[in-house]
């Protein structure tokens, strides 16, 4: 377990304790004495729900999804053929809305207050508040805060003064391609001059430069929704997408307090930039410049990454912060488990933070906040602890030699609120100059625990803290589906009226230091609830504070909208366009309009038209296909078996015998019939037999439980691989067409898997075995691989035995039946040598007659070459010197048969040689034109 910090204050211990040389007292980080808080008052609405329909904070089961389901279907009746494929993703639907509904990483801060100019020369600012309004939270409002005043019974001379919302004039938006919930609304911090409103949706952030108009002007359109107009008008002047960003969507969106035409981005990969806000003087149209950017995560390193950075990445879920911290350059960006403080001057700079989450450790930063007195100081809020960081700036000039810039943790603080709750969020007001409220509120719950820090000494980072306390909203009245998503505290500060000297606690009050403050609750449902806080380190006066008693919002005369017209002056029509302040949603879907059938279409919608031709194409199966059952088909595979079918029995599988679509009605029955068969051909002799045609291991048809294969088997397991996978929501007509079908499949496995064989007779033919390898112990044989082939095929001439030189050579130092103590290595090597030496000279002498037969039968071959060119070139001579006509008696002819005399035709013209037709063949023989043909003689066979 990790060592404790002297920043840690536990309970029992005054912490850290400092001297203060100059006033020479301690000062210790806890103090013993703190103010309270107490509700004043009960809780209010400031503005209406807009949320007809809240979200269900619990899941649905599945007979509440039915009866969902069947109330839709009776409302819209054209979506009656999906109802049954509604359920489940309703079911599912149900969960993710109400995990969202109680919780989302994505959103932030819904409630943001800021300021824009209520006249042409922007010498009057008002205090307009932002929210989201509509069903999904995706229109955003405006609406101009009005200063309002409360006091106790007939007292007028002190009163407490704050601001309250006057929902009569609001401005409203939304964007026109985008209808999803907003998901954050942030004002610059802006004194002089208006205020920048930065709206976070999905896919961008929209950034609004809001303004006052003379007139009620039209709201930008919508294809979705029907905004009323208003002389608020938003002026939305760019907009930063997530593509220049990174493509991933933000997480948060943040002003610099300093300069507030700067804001800073962060997506939910941890990718962060610093953008400027240029133009805009004298109605030059705003743009936007990225300055800095940079990411938070660690750099993926190449190969295979480190489990440090896997951590990084585990059980994010899109959660990330950026504000800026001490000064104009230095801001701090943060994930769950990371914290970065960066120096955004180029390049930017890292500077030393202290670690808020420990490696090893399950917490996950759940929110971070800047305190309103100190810009030096900053709120982390854990799982488990709140501390205060001081942050110390890096110098203007040299970056990297300021060692002490940085972020170092001064109070830690365990909250005990519970690790598993990741909806804690904190809300942060300034009671003084000095002092600083903490109330840190859960959305599961209306308990929230109230921490108070005060400066020690001014200009130093020390603080004092007393022990936290609670404080239950419970008098909110929530509802089952509401829950408190935000809270947002403002000081009331004391009036007087010397005019009036009407007596009342108000004076007390104020003389008792006691502090009144307004807080403003925003619940699920998009509605406001205000009450009023009394806080006083008196803790007798505390209980005796009474509530107010009457509110007034003081009319007075604006620059634009004339608020002070008579009531009985209804009849007054007011300029421009007509006031309303609901926001109406656009028709989505519209009735189709009623069909007025005619005499003729009511006569042609009674005619009959025969489809059943369609449906037996459909349904049933071709007529020609040749389907065969299974059991027919054993019937024959019997029959060739024992020889009494007189069909030619094919070479191939039993599956190219059948050749036929084969049906199957009984997967047992036919796998107990081809087990039948298969060993029948061991209790009765048949002409042929069944064999596989290789192992099952390799077709990967044997199992683990099943070594060999039936039809029973392959169906179990090609049902389990193909119908059990299929969706639940296949239909049952869909998985019985496709459960007939694995019948077939399994049968037309096992067919194919086998075929016929003859039976293997026993020859009395010798083996061929060398005789020296049979030893009458061992009864081994070296079997000629050639030898297997008999079983298919007849092998007439037998086949020599083979003996490879190697068990030759060994053979000749073993005797079979020699006594192995006898043997003798070198005289068995030189009688091998003296009998190789003799066969080498017995092979050299045959190989030297060999050559010399062979030059004999080279030379007569040639002198009978040379025999025949010269009989040939005589024969020529001859054919030269004879007379130039006809043979006597010339060969048939065919004349007058068509084809036949040309054919006859175009061998003459083939056979014509010089200048006459040859008619006749030349005759072999002695007295012929050919030399008769010279016998050979044939070579002697043997020797």
């Known amino acids: 377990m990790a060592k404790p910090s002297l920043s840690d204050l536990n309970f029992g211990h005054f912490g850290h304790a400092t001297y203060d040389l100059e006033n020479s007292e301690w000062a210790f980080a806890r103090e013993s004495t703190r103010k309270n808080l107490r509700v ?5 609405t400031a503005l209406p729900a807009s949320t007809i329909c809240p979200e269900p904070r619990s899941t649905q089961d599945a007979y509440s999804s039915k009866q969902a389901v069947k109330g839709v279907v009776r409302d819209l009746s054209d979506i009656a053929p999906a109802a049954k494929k509604l359920t489940e993703p309703a079911l599912v639907s149900a969960a993710v809305t109400a995990t969202s509904a109680v919780h989302d990483p994505a959103k932030n801060n819904l409630l943001a207050f800021g300021s824009i100019p209520y006249d042409a020369r922007h010498t009057v600012v008002r205090r307009v508040g932002a929210t989201v309004t509509g069903e999904g939270g995706n229109i955003l409002r405006l609406v101009i805060l009005a200063n309002e005043q409360s006091g106790w019974g007939n007292e007028r001379s002190v009163f407490l003064e704050g601001y309250a919302f006057r929902e009569r004039e609001a401005g409203y938006w939304a964007h026109h391609e985008e209808a999803g919930p907003i998901q954050q609304l942030c004002f610059s911090h802006a004194e002089a001059e208006t205020s920048f409103l930065a709206v976070r949706l999905l896919t961008r952030t929209v950034v609004f430069q809001p303004a006052c108009r003379r007139h009620r002007v039209p709201a930008p359109s919508s294809q979705y929704y029907e ?16 593509a220049d960003t990174g493509a991933t969507p933000h997480a948060d969106v943040s002003f610099n307090p300093d300069y507030h035409r700067q804001f800073g981005l962060v997506d939910q990969a941890g990718n962060w930039s610093i953008w400027d806000i240029e133009s805009g003087y004298r109605r030059t149209q705003h743009t936007a410049a990225c300055t800095a950017r940079g990411s938070i995560m660690t750099a993926e390193p ?6 440090d950075f896997k951590a990084e990445l585990t059980g994010e879920d899109g959660w990330a912060r950026i504000l800026w911290i001490g000064n104009v350059t230095t801001i701090l960006v943060c994930n769950r488990r990371n914290v970065k403080v960066l120096d955004i001057r180029s390049p930017p700079t890292e500077l030393r933070c202290s670690e808020i989450v420990p490696a090893r450790s399950g917490d996950w930063i759940l929110d971070v906040k800047a305190t309103p007195n100190n810009k030096d100081q900053l709120l982390v809020l854990t799982s488990s602890r709140l501390i205060i960081l001081a942050v110390t700036c890096s110098s203007e000039n040299l970056i990297s030699l300021d060692s002490s810039a940085g972020a170092t943790t001064t109070v830690s603080w365990t909250h005990f609120r ?11 007001y300034a009671a003084s100059d000095k002092e600083t409220f903490i109330i840190m509120h859960s959305r599961i719950n209306t308990l929230a625990t109230i921490f108070q820090f005060q400066d020690s000494n001014p200009g130093t980072t020390s603080v004092s803290a007393p022990d936290p306390f609670l404080l239950n909203f419970g008098s909110i009245g929530l509802a089952d589906s509401q829950q408190v998503n935000e809270l947002y505290v403002e000081k009331l500060q004391f009036n007087v009226n010397d005019e009036d000297n009407s007596a009342g606690p108000g004076r007390l009050y104020r003389d008792e230091d006691v502090h009144f403050y307004q807080l403003s609750a925003m619940l699920s449902d998009l509605s406001i609830q205000q009450t009023t806080l009394c806080a006083s380190s008196n803790t007798h006066l505390l209980p005796s504070i009474e509530p107010t008693s009457w509110r007034n919002v003081p009319r007075r005369r604006d620059y634009f909208i004339n608020e002070e017209r008579e009531v009985g002056d209804d009849f007054i029509v007011e300029d421009g366009l007509e006031h309303t302040s609901t926001v109406a949603v656009k028709e989505p879907y519209r009735r189709q309009r009623a069909v007025h059938h005619s005499p003729l279409a009511e006569l042609e919608s009674t005619r009959i038209t025969d489809f059943s031709v369609l449906y037996n194409s459909l349904v049933q199966t071709d007529p020609s296909e040749n389907v065969r059952d299974i059991v027919v088909v054993f019937d ?3 029959g060739i078996m024992n020889g009494s079918s007189q069909a030619d029995v094919p070479m191939g599988t039993l599956m190219e015998i059948t050749q036929v679509a084969i049906s ?7 796998s107990s019939n081809l087990q039948d068969i298969l060993s029948a051909e061991h209790h009765a002799p048949n002409v042929f037999m069944l064999q596989q045609i290789v192992s099952p291991h390799v077709l990967d048809l044997a199992t683990e439980r099943d070594l060999t294969p039936t039809i029973s088997s392959m169906y179990d397991m090609v049902l389990q691989k193909w119908i059990a996978s299929l969706p639940s929501n296949v239909p049952a007509r869909i998985r019985q067409a496709k459960e007939r079908l694995v019948r077939r499949i399994a049968v037309e496995i096992m067919l194919a898997s086998h075929r016929f ?3 293997e007779t026993p020859q009395s033919s010798p083996v061929d075995v060398d005789p020296g390898l049979v030893d009458d112990t061992s009864q081994q044989l070296v079997v000629n691989p050639l030898s297997r082939l008999g079983k298919y095929f007849e092998i007439i001439k037998p086949v020599a035995p083979f003996t490879s ?10 005797q079979i039946g020699s006594d192995p103590n006898t043997y003798d290595w070198e005289a068995t090597e030189r009688e091998t040598q003296a009998e190789l030496s003799d066969e080498d000279e017995e092979s050299s002498q045959q190989k030297r007659e060999k050559e010399q037969e062979k030059e004999r039968e080279r030379k007569r071959k040639q002198r009978f070459e040379r025999n025949q060119k010269r009989e040939d070139e005589l024969a020529k001579e001859q054919a030269r010197s004879l007379p130039l006509f006809p043979r006597s008696s010339p060969g048939p002819m065919t004349l007058g048969m068509g084809s036949q005399a040309e054919n006859h035709t175009q061998l003459l013209s083939s056979q014509s040689l010089g200048g006459f037709i040859v008619q006749s063949q030349v005759e072999p023989g002695r007295h012929g034109g050919r030399p008769a043909k010279k016998k050979l003689r044939s070579r002697l066979s043997g020797f």
């Open 757 to 759: 064989r003859t039976h």
């Open 805 to 814: 030189p190697e068990v030759t050579q060994v053979l000749a130092h073993l």
């Open 40 to 44: 004043l008052v009960s809780w209010r």
């Open 636 to 638: 024959e595979l019997r």
């Open 418 to 428: 519970g690790l598993e709750d990741v909806t804690l969020r904190l809300c942060v």
């Open 227 to 242: 905004l009323p107009p208003s002389t608020i008008d938003p002026c939305p002047i760019f907009e930063t997408p997530i």
């Open 664 to 670: 199957v009605i009984d997967v047992d029955e036919a």
């Open 302 to 307: 190449a190969g295979d990454p480190s489990p």
